[in-house]
């Protein structure tokens, strides 16, 4: 079983939906970093977060460390947001999701 | 502000040919630094990462090698390369107490 482990693998909207990703861990860890890859490759750094929720724009990321389980959220998606979204905790070694790749279509 | 970057972009070497993939951050001193790879749809894997010049550590075995001649330059490099070394390398940085990791642009390398 991965230590990082993200649902779904796959996700089509339709622009103007809300998406949630998830994302559960069982290793102990420091911060749970949610990063964005463009088709190109490059990857962003979307969140990092230790407890609670963060919110940036139309992004929202929440963690209960207590379930270990993550959740991102894009409200209002567009199709700018087509991408693959990794998380990865944090516990002085990155441990990496699959990733979830989102499309979304106009 | 700080910036990284990593070079070349894209890369297509013969099985048997050197490696040599660089990084460099600026506007920030001591860095942590990391060297990832994402094989054809797999994810990230961290190869290498170093909190100070010369202090490499390495996350698994391979012929892949990596050095730190100066604080913020991270050297990615190999005597022969094999077809298994064939990915997406991604340079990656991140404060010392912070732990929010910044990437590079990435090195697309095709090993025929």
């Known amino acids: 079983k991965n230590e990082v482990e993200q649902s779904p693998q796959n996700l089509t909207a339709q622009e103007g939906e809300f998406i949630t990703i998830n994302c559960s861990y069982s290793v102990g860890i420091s911060a749970l970093h949610w990063l964005q890859q463009h088709p190109g490759g490059g990857i962003v750094s979307l969140f990092m977060?230790?407890?609670g929720k963060k919110k940036h724009g139309r992004l929202i990321a929440t963690i209960n460390i207590q379930e270990k389980h993550s959740s991102l959220h894009i409200t209002a998606s567009h199709p700018r947001d087509s991408a693959v979204y990794i998380c990865a905790a944090d516990n002085n070694d990155m441990r990496f999701g699959a990733g979830t790749r989102l499309t979304v279509k106009p | 502000s700080q910036t990284i970057h990593q070079w070349p972009a894209t890369l297509v070497q013969p099985v048997g040919s050197p490696l040599s993939l660089e990084c460099t951050v600026e506007g920030t001193s001591n860095p942590n630094l990391y060297w990832y790879r994402q094989a054809a749809g797999r994810g990230l894997q961290l190869l290498f990462y170093s909190v100070g010049i010369g202090q490499i550590s390495s996350e698994v075995p391979q012929n892949l090698s990596a050095s730190r001649p100066q604080d913020r330059q991270f050297i990615l490099s190999s005597k022969k390369l094999l077809l298994s070394d064939s990915g997406f390398y991604l340079c990656a940085w991140s404060r010392q107490n912070t732990g929010e990791l910044f990437f590079g642009e990435g090195s697309r390398l095709t090993v025929l």
């Open positions: 977060l230790s407890s």
